[in-house]
Nanobody, 126 residues
Framework: QVQLVESGGGSVQAGGSLRLSCVVSGYAYIRGCVGWFRQAPGKEREGVASIQRSYGSTNYADSVKGRFTISQANAQNTLYLQLNSLKPEDTAMYYC???????????????????WGQGTQVTVSS
């Protein structure tokens, strides 16, 4: 059974940084994709970044390229998202998610991921 627990959210001013963490039980057995998504009030959930567990290839939304970095620490069963140069429009609930299917591209499509955490709130003030 895969379970995901996020942490690290908070309130920062524009230009600030945060590091989100997602501890994943059963992480060692995931060979597909893991990723970060976000949902702002009144908006649909959108993909932010993903990483292929075995090969380490990454994929980013255009809106966060150059500012956010996804990484993983296998020994700690943890997925990270480093958020730099934060903007007010980055304000959202951030979720990590896992896709156990092998052989698929790690798209930023919410429908691809079957396991989700409960989310951690990021608020950026101007």
């Amino acid at each position: 059974q895969v379970q995901l627990v996020e942490s690290g959210g908070g309130s920062v001013q524009a230009g600030g940084s945060l590091r989100l963490s997602c501890v994943v039980s059963g992480y060692a057995y995931i060979r597909g994709c893991v990723g970060w998504f976000r949902q702002a009030p009144g908006k649909e959930r959108e993909g932010v970044a993903s990483i292929q567990r075995s090969y380490g290839s990454t994929n980013y939304a255009d809106s966060v390229k150059g500012r956010f970095t996804i990484s993983q620490a296998n020994a700690q069963n943890t997925l990270y998202l480093q958020l730099n140069s934060l903007k007010p429009e980055d304000t959202a609930m951030y979720y990590c998610a896992a896709d156990l299917t092998l052989g698929r591209r790690c798209e930023l499509d919410v429908n691809q991921y079957g396991y989700w955490g409960q989310g951690t709130q990021v608020t950026v003030s101007s």
